[in-house]
């Protein structure tokens, strides 16, 4: 299993690219493809970098525990 050090540094670098990659789109699909898009989502991303990765201190728990599940179950 991998250490907590090495966790916690993937859980920050997940909580960026998701929050990057999700704010980016969510922002776009409301916005469209316009300067205040690009103006907006830098903003956002800011906002949900922290949300993001407080988040996956306590989802990936969850995750990892029905993943674990899963497989075990199908590799039977």
Known sequence: MTDKKTLLV????IA?????SMSGIMSLIALGPTMHWLSEWPKQFIIAWPIAFCLTLFVSRIAFRLALKLT?????
């Open 10 to 13: 993937a859980q920050v670098f």
């Open 16 to 20: 960026l690219m998701m929050a990057a």
């Open 72 to 76: 075990i179950r199908t590799s039977r």
